[in-house]
């Protein structure tokens, strides 16, 4: 008996204290933008690889919820309280949207997670048709934008979403220029970059992944990029920043991260957390993200709450300047 309850001593011993927290049903991965768009791509991409690689016990389902530019999907994460099988990816309509809309939600009702990366935006247009012009730099179109600007029918510039990133830089040009684009909203990045293909609209300022298949496929051509400096990638680096084509110090970077609900339980934070960083690490991730020209910055915790406070203010302030703000 002396030994029986010995060994069940040493059994239990040996046990872990106590498991690990993982997901013990299917994770709902939120949207809050339509198909197609970077945010889109982004979230498929990470569910594909947590399949591919065996990163989590459950699978990932994505789930699109563009209403109200993102408030939607907002909105259905904020009511989610404590609820540790629920994440969302956002961008930059996680401060524009409430700003704009006034809608009862703020990124703090939420649970920051991790920072994935910052997304760029570059100035496209058509590649053109017998019928449309061809322009070759962003020079040339910008010719094109001032001849137009005095007429009955000004250049169409499309974007994602009314009072949201794209519409913030438009704006920032218009500003810069003293001229005015007819701006253009669609639901999402995909659409946006269609709509250029099929000469809806004259240009627009997508992210470069939600263009790039076109481009390589000769339909589009990118004229500059807003930031400070090129894109290092050598399939990017020929395409000069706007202030080396047009004199313009515009530079605006989209946020790439993902939030749980208001009060997820920290074990479950640390658990996406962690599942996510190993996501950033593979070769799948990192390709995409040469790919689509995006800036690593893989970030979590004080660093990531930190940044996220920074570009509220930010947004704040442009939106302020562009009389974006609700009134």
């Known amino acids: 008996m002396k030994l029986i309850i010995t060994l069940l001593l040493v059994l239990v011993a040996a046990l872990p204290a106590g498991a690990a927290w993982e997901p013990t049903k299917p994770v709902e991965f939120v949207i809050p933008a339509g198909t197609g768009g970077g945010a889109d ?26 209403g ?75 010719a094109a934008v001032k001849e137009r600007a005095g007429g009955a029918e000004r250049m169409k510039m499309g974007g994602t979403g009314s009072a949201q990133e794209d519409q913030i830089i438009t704006i920032q040009v218009e500003q810069a220029l003293g001229l005015k684009f007819t701006y253009v909203p669609f639901k999402g990045g995909g659409e946006v970059c269609v709509n250029l293909v099929g000469n809806h609209v004259d240009s627009t300022v997508n992210n470069p992944i939600e263009c790039v298949s076109h481009w390589k496929a000769g339909r589009v051509r990118p004229l500059a990029v807003f930031d ?25 970077n989209m946020l790439r991260g993902i939030f749980g609900p208001p009060e997820m339980p920290k074990e479950a934070t640390e658990w996406y957390v962690d599942f996510l960083r190993k996501v950033y690490d593979t070769p799948e991730f990192k390709a995409y993200l040469s790919k689509g020209a995006l800036k690593p910055a893989f970030a979590t915790g004080a660093e990531y709450v930190k940044w996220v406070e920074g570009a509220e203010q930010l947004h ?9 703000l609700k009134k």
């Open 68 to 142: 109200g530019a993102g408030a939607e999907g907002f909105l259905h994460v904020k009511g989610k309280r404590g609820d540790a099988h629920t994440i969302i990816i956002t961008l930059s309509n996680l401060f524009t949207t409430p700003l704009h809309t006034g809608v009862p939600f703020n990124w703090k009702d939420l649970t920051p997670i991790a920072r994935m990366a910052l997304d760029q935006f570059i100035l496209w247009v058509n590649t053109g048709r017998p019928d449309k012009a061809d322009y070759k730099t962003a020079k040339e179109y910008l």
């Open 228 to 252: 400070a400096s090129r894109i290092p990638d050598p399939d990017w680096k020929d395409i000069p920043t706007v202030k080396e084509a047009l004199g313009l110090d515009i530079q605006y």
């Open 316 to 324: 704040k302030d442009l939106m302020t300047k562009g009389g974006l």
């Open 41 to 66: 791509q982004m979230a498929r991409l990470i569910a594909g690889i947590a399949e591919k690689h065996k990163l989590s016990p459950q699978s990932i389902i994505v789930v699109n919820k563009s």
